[in-house]
């Protein structure tokens, strides 16, 4: 089935797309491929039932960017942070509290737009970017952010489950609400996650294996939340939940873009369906009823005000 089912009560929220990046300006590896077309992303999005949309921010020019993104919809808002891949950054600056200062300064003056402090966190995949001590530094600087601002926190963890767990139980009396994105763990991992009071983030790379599915079902329904985290993380047909999409969308290559369909090997935020889709049949819940709770956990979380 091509597009979005006759789901007229159904709400989707992405907390986690990455529309700064330059594929959505048609640029892939530096080289333009095809004309822009963030506005046919985004207009594909509404289309599919998702009413707003959280882009997320990497380092400080990005959460510029990421606002300015945002400023063009009233469906779209923004993170603000720095990445524990681009903590570096904060390392080879001159002033790595005026850098933090900055970040601060954008979110109290765009308190309309910006939700969350993220992506912040340990990502020990990639250590060729960052090594682990600068990354805990920074990690732990940013979190005074957090309960500075009282923003919620959009967190990242890749194969740093110990130290991220541990700094996150030694900050806990200042932590405020937050989310573990693209979560990839075990069990025992969401279960520590848990036990600090956060939500669980899932998107397609949540859900490559069946080790990654049945950690998938031992999470809470009231602590689920969905993303794309577009434009990676598709739900690959090499993936063991591949078999539970319902819904699929055309696509093409990049070289023969058509406004009118998705780039192959390009995430969107439309597809956050997939998801739900997935998630519904691996935890044997009503879709219905999956995507109201994912909905109203993520309203409580960065849209409160709305409730």
Same mark, same amino acid.
């Given at each position: 089935?091509?597009? !979005?089912?006759?789901?007229?009560? $159904?709400?989707?929220?992405?907390?986690?797309?990455?529309?700064?990046?330059?594929?959505?300006?048609?640029?892939?590896?530096?080289?333009?491929?095809?004309?822009?077309?963030?506005?046919?992303?985004? =207009? $594909?999005?509404?289309?599919?039932?998702?009413?707003?949309?959280?882009?997320?921010?990497?380092?400080? =020019?990005?959460?510029?960017?990421?606002?300015?993104? !945002?400023?063009? &919809?009233?469906?779209?808002?923004?993170?603000?942070?720095?990445?524990?891949? $681009?903590?570096?950054?904060?390392?080879?600056?001159?002033?790595?509290?005026?850098?933090?200062?900055?970040?601060?300064?954008?979110?109290?003056?765009?308190?309309?737009?910006?939700?969350?402090?993220?992506?912040?966190?340990?990502?020990?995949?990639?250590?060729?970017?960052?090594?682990? &001590?600068?990354?805990?530094?920074?990690?732990?600087?940013?979190?005074?952010?957090?309960?500075?601002?009282?923003?919620?926190?959009?967190?990242?963890?890749?194969?740093?489950?110990?130290?991220?767990?541990?700094?996150?139980?030694?900050?806990?009396?200042?932590?405020?609400?937050?989310?573990?994105?693209?979560?990839?763990?075990?069990?025992?991992?969401?279960?520590?996650?848990?036990?600090?009071?956060?939500?669980?983030?899932?998107?397609?790379?949540?859900?490559?294996?069946?080790?990654?599915?049945? !950690?998938?079902?031992?999470?809470?329904?009231?602590?689920?939340?969905?993303?794309?985290?577009?434009?990676?993380?598709?739900?690959?047909?090499?993936?063991?939940?591949?078999?539970?999409?319902?819904?699929?969308?055309?696509?093409?290559?990049?070289?023969?873009?058509?406004? &009118?369909?998705?780039? $192959?090997?390009?995430? =969107?935020?439309?597809?956050?369906?997939?998801?739900?889709?997935?998630?519904?049949?691996?935890?044997?819940?009503?879709?219905?009823?999956?995507?109201?709770?994912?909905?109203?956990?993520?309203?409580?979380?960065?849209?409160?005000?709305?409730?």
């Amino acid at each position: 089935m091509f597009g !979005a089912r006759m789901t007229n009560l $159904r709400k989707f929220i992405d907390i986690g797309a990455n529309l700064t990046d330059p594929v959505y300006q048609g640029i892939y590896h530096g080289l333009q491929k095809h004309q822009p077309d963030l506005d046919k992303v985004l =207009e $594909r999005s509404w289309s599919n039932n998702v009413s707003k949309i959280i882009i997320t921010a990497g380092n400080i =020019e990005d959460s510029k960017k990421a606002l300015e993104i !945002a400023r063009t &919809d009233e469906r779209l808002y923004s993170t603000v942070g720095c990445h524990p891949t $681009r903590c570096q950054e904060l390392e080879e600056c001159s002033d790595p509290e005026e850098y933090l200062k900055s970040l601060s300064d954008l979110a109290l003056n765009n308190k309309d737009k910006i939700v969350a402090i993220g992506e912040i966190g340990l990502d020990y995949d990639r250590l060729q970017f960052c090594p682990k &001590d600068i990354q805990k530094k920074y990690f732990e600087m940013q979190l005074s952010l957090c309960s500075t601002l009282k923003l919620p926190m959009f967190l990242h963890c890749r194969n740093a489950s110990d130290d991220f767990v541990r700094i996150l139980r030694k900050h806990k009396d200042k932590l405020t609400a937050g989310v573990v994105h693209s979560f990839d763990g075990n069990p025992e991992d969401a279960n520590s996650i848990l036990q600090l009071g956060l939500y669980i983030g899932v998107n397609g790379c949540s859900l490559k294996t069946e080790e990654n599915l049945f !950690a998938v079902t031992t999470i809470p329904s009231d602590r689920l939340m969905i993303e794309t985290d577009c434009p990676w993380c598709e739900i690959r047909p090499s993936h063991v939940s591949a078999k539970d999409v319902i819904t699929h969308f055309p696509g093409v290559k990049k070289e023969k873009w058509q406004a &009118d369909k998705m780039v $192959r090997g390009r995430n =969107e935020p439309c597809t956050i369906v997939q998801i739900l889709e997935v998630l519904a049949r691996i935890r044997d819940e009503e879709e219905e009823y999956l995507c109201n709770q994912i909905y109203k956990n993520t309203m409580k979380l960065f849209f409160p005000y709305e409730l």
